[in-house]
T-cell receptor, first 114, second 112 residues
Framework: GAGVSQSPSNKVTEKGKDVELRCDPI?????LYWYRQSLGQGLEFLIY????????KSGLPSDRFSAERTGGSVSTLTIQRTQQEDSAVYLC????????????FGPGTRLTVT | TQLLEQSPQFLSIQEGENLTVYCNSS?????LQWYRQEPGEGPVLLVT?????EVKKLKRLTFQFGDARKDSSLHITAAQPGDTGLYLC????????????FGKGTHLIIQP
């Protein structure tokens, strides 16, 4: 079956522009997670969804970041007024339930802000 | 804030050698996972350890969870070039936490 897919795979944008990153989780997975992987920093947890709701948004780096999930499936991570420090690989993962179940990761979106 | 420290950060060894990667924390986790990541791909789960003192083997890989559930190790026997990659440990908190807490990873290179 299909795994987690993310689009675009690469995105180069100018500082100040908005970007939208998309994640298609594995069908039937109710939990969805967003992480950011910066060079030398490991994976940083951003936000998770259980169904369409995101109980805790405190992991988002700033108010320029927002995420939504509709229909319990596709999720989008939006970064407004991008800054150079936003450059990173953004990874999405899904699991059959929240909290310890195996997370299946997508290939990530590499974002470069020039 | 829960932190996971991995060591070493980088390791380059010859094919056939043995190695151990460590993952340490001052926090207790309900379980700990090890992932392997290759360039341009997302991490792939290798194993989950749940019980303090637990040892799991996956072919030439041996994973151990510390008795206090604060640390873990990954031992590779007779390393092969195909083992090259970024190894990440991730802690799972039991109190309804959100995502995984990842260490920064160990970049492993096995020279043929």
């Amino acid at each position: 079956g299909a795994g987690v897919s993310q689009s675009p795979s690469n995105k180069v944008t100018e500082k100040g522009k908005d970007v939208e990153l998309r994640c298609d989780p594995i069908s039937g997975h109710t939990a969805l997670y967003w992480y950011r992987q910066s060079l030398g920093q490991g994976l940083e947890f951003l936000i998770y969804f259980q169904g369409n709701s995101a109980p805790d948004k405190s992991g988002l780096p700033s108010d320029r970041f927002s995420a939504e999930r509709t229909g319990g499936s596709v999720s989008t991570l939006t970064i407004q007024r991008t800054q150079q420090e936003d450059s990173a690989v953004y990874l999405c993962a899904s699991s059959s339930y929240r909290g310890g179940s195996e997370q299946y990761f997508g290939p990530g979106t590499r974002l470069t802000v020039t | 804030t829960q932190l996971l420290e991995q060591s070493p950060q980088f390791l380059s060894i010859q094919e056939g050698e043995n190695l151990t990667v460590y993952c340490n924390s001052s926090s207790v986790f309900s379980s700990l996972q090890w992932y392997r990541q290759e360039p341009g791909e997302g991490p792939v789960l290798l194993v989950t350890v749940v019980t303090g003192g637990e040892v799991k083997k996956l072919k030439r890989l041996t994973f151990q969870f510390g008795d206090a559930r604060k640390d873990s190790s990954l031992h590779i026997t007779a390393a092969q070039p195909g083992d090259t990659g970024l190894y990440l440990c991730a802690g799972v908190s039991g109190g309804g936490a959100d995502g995984l807490t990842f260490g920064k990873g160990t970049h492993l290179i096995i020279q043929p």
